[in-house]
């Protein structure tokens, strides 16, 4: 059975960082990956990378602010968060199982569509 489950969320001030890591079980994943949905907005794409690390995308509301990496030995994708803001007060999902191309438009990818599993969630507020 695979099961995706985050930590690490909390609440920090602006500017402060917060680091996510999501541990799967199961089976192994090629891509992974980290969306974000806010209260009454549609679930957004943050960041993803692939199995090697060599290939990595982000939101352009998060570059140069957040950072993905993933740890293949122990299954898990981490979210190193810097410079936080308050717009970045979201739950926070991981992501994996992509049915998706790299030549995905990802900063405008929303939803759930052409990802297999999904974590419960971690939440992340950012207070001004």
């Known amino acids: 059975q695979v099961q995706l489950v985050e930590s690490g969320g909390g609440l920090v001030q602006a500017g402060g960082s917060l680091r996510l890591s999501c541990a799967a079980s199961?089976?192994?994943?090629?891509?992974m990956g980290w969306f974000r949905q806010a209260p009454g907005k549609e679930r957004e794409f943050v960041a993803v990378?692939?199995?090697?690390?060599?290939?990595?995308y982000y939101a352009d509301s998060v570059k140069e602010r957040f950072t993905i990496s993933r740890d293949n030995a122990k299954n898990t994708v981490y979210l190193q968060m810097n410079s936080l803001k308050p717009e970045d007060t979201a739950v926070y999902y991981c992501?994996?199982?992509?049915?998706?191309?790299?030549?995905?438009?990802?900063?405008?990818?929303?939803?759930?569509?052409?990802?297999?599993?999904w974590g419960k969630g971690t939440l992340v507020t950012v207070s001004s």
């Open positions: 199961g089976r192994t994943f090629n891509t």
């Open positions: 990378i692939s199995w090697s690390g060599g290939t990595v």
């Open positions: 992501a994996a199982g992509f049915r998706l191309p790299w030549t995905t438009n990802w900063d405008k990818l929303r939803g759930t569509y052409g990802i297999d599993y």
